[in-house]
């Protein structure tokens, strides 16, 4: 059972920066598809950015282009989500997600894809 833990969510004002982390126990993380989500109140859960295990291509939603990057840390069991010039636009519960191990997943941005989250990590940014 593959197991997430978030961490370095915060209250930051607008224009800060924030990097999340999150780390994996219990599963072969080098061999899984990594993607981070978050969830705004009254709001659906949306997809922020993923990173294959394989290639480490990454992938991002078009709101955060050229301000998030994702990367891992296999060593580590870690994946990251640097946040710069934060919006009060990106408030939101941020949540890991882990796809099964070795699985080729052709749409990253899909919830269901993913079969294992993390509790999530609270980011406000105030204006």
């Known amino acids: 059972q593959v197991q997430l833990v978030e961490s370095g969510g915060g209250l930051v004002q607008a224009g800060d920066s924030l990097r999340l982390s999150c780390a994996a126990s219990?599963?072969?993380?080098?061999?899984?598809?990594m993607g981070w989500f978050r969830q705004a109140p009254g709001k659906e859960r949306e997809f922020v950015a993923a990173?294959?295990?394989?290639?480490?291509?990454?992938y991002y939603t078009d709101s955060v282009k050229g301000r998030f990057t994702i990367s891992r840390d296999n060593a580590k069991n870690t994946v990251y989500l640097q946040m710069n010039s934060l919006k009060p636009e990106d408030t939101a519960v941020y949540y890991c997600?882990?796809?099964?191990?070795?699985?080729?997943?052709?749409?990253?941005?899909?919830?269901?894809?993913?079969?294992?989250w993390g509790q999530g990590t609270q980011v406000t940014v105030s204006s």
């Open positions: 997600a882990a796809a099964k191990a070795l699985a080729v997943i052709v749409d990253v941005n899909t919830l269901s894809k993913y079969d294992y």
């Open positions: 219990g599963g072969t993380f080098s061999r899984r598809t």
């Open positions: 990173i294959r295990w394989r290639s480490e291509t990454t």
